[in-house]
């Protein structure tokens, strides 16, 4: 299949009129059009922007994650907060609100689009549940969710609903509280609790069922979910390729089999190194704790390839609207992969430049077009946010699939 057509559900064909402040027609004009911000979501972790915008570390490190940070704004557009309870709620009543609150609205003055992770995980719990009945832990849940979507709404309004529900009642590593929860109500019981809720509070919000799990496990809870009527809007899927890359073979084959329930696909969490491969026996991730796992530039190659395979495949299904790589930077990466876009001294690899080539390069729209006689002119460009320039003269659009034909703009 060529680019074109693996690109057209991502393009829209469009015309445009330009009038003057009186209504009259801007006739034989070079008029520029250049993509400011993709429909499609290209994100990472942005857990880095907390201590960024409430300034909570020295100057030196303040500096440092500055600077991380502005690689990062300077390719992605969407980024994810983190929620985990134990940690944004360490003692009951004292949430991280004003803390997070000022991060999502920093990365919202820059433009990107952000989302909370996740309301409610059996892993990171709030560990004062289990102090409680289990009446008494759904009943905790619920407000945390009641308090937190009410409280960033407007500023996030796409949430991680609910996270790994395929292995929550099954869950033995240690005793919390929402295993017990999942346990009695079971997994599409308490799926249920947490959309309604979170649905109530925020209606318009953009709501993720979360799994790790591609097996047919996930898509049958699915499917349960939805024949409950649970209002799942997107379907999230991890990729956590500490154990290798999947490959085109895998890849096609897990998004054939969620394509089936119709929704948007969200890749959520992917990770690619760029150091050994985790060995094959390594059943649970978090197993594999080793003193130091380096990049080195014969994997960094590697990483690059694997990137720009995996992200154009996704890029070319019609279903899929966001890819999320966990961590911008090697830097406190999780179980200590190197699967960041940068090393640890936020140099640049060579997947960092991939991704921003196939995201500014060759997935934008910088086009120069002439007016005729009636001021009109046509183009054809990716899906997102749009600025006009006309001497010197600029005005921001949105090209979508549902503007109407002709878009009239006055300048």
Known sequence: MGQLNEWAHRKASKTIKLVDASGNPISGKNVHLTLTNHKFLFGCGAFDAVEVANKSVPA?????????????????????????????????????TNELQAAARWLKERNMSVKGHPLC???????????????????????????????????????DVINE????????????????????????????????????CNPNATLLLNDFNTSINYEILIDGCLQAGVPIDVIGIQSHQHQGYWGREKLEEVLDRFSYFGLPLHFTENTLTSGHIMPPEIVDLNDYQIKDWPSTPEFEERQAKEVEEMYSILFSHPLVESVTSWKFS??????????????????????????????????????????????????????????????????????????????????
């Not at 300077?74 to 944004?88: E, I, Q």
């Open 60 to 96: 030196e490190r303040l500096a440092f994650l500055e600077e991380k940070l502005e690689l990062y704004l300077d390719v992605f557009n969407s980024a994810t907060l983190p929620f985990y309870w134990a940690r944004f709620e360490p003692e009951k009543g004292k949430p991280q």
């Open 121 to 159: 995980w059996h892993t990171l719990t709030a560990p004062w549940l289990l102090e409680m009945s289990n009446e008494e832990i759904l009943k905790a849940q619920l407000d945390r969710i009641e308090r937190d979507v009410t409280d960033f709404k407007g500023i996030i309004d796409t949430w």
């Open 165 to 200: 529900v395929v292995i929550m009642p099954i869950f033995d590593k240690y005793d919390n509280g929402i295993t017990r929860l999942s346990q009695e109500l079971g997994r599409i019981g308490i799926i249920k609790e947490v959309f309604a809720k979170t649905k109530e």
């Open 330 to 411: 090697d830097e406190g990466a999780w179980l200590g992969a190197p699967a960041g876009f940068v090393r640890k001294d936020n140099s640049p690899k060579p997947s960092y430049e991939v991704v921003k080539r196939l995201i500014k390069e060759d997935w934008s729209t910088n086009v120069t077009v002439t007016t005729d006689e009636n001021g009109v002119l046509s183009f054809e460009g990716f899906l997102g946010e749009y600025e006009l320039t006309c001497e010197e003269k600029k005005q921001s659009f949105t090209l979508d699939k549902n503007n109407p034909d002709i878009i009239q703009i006055v300048i």
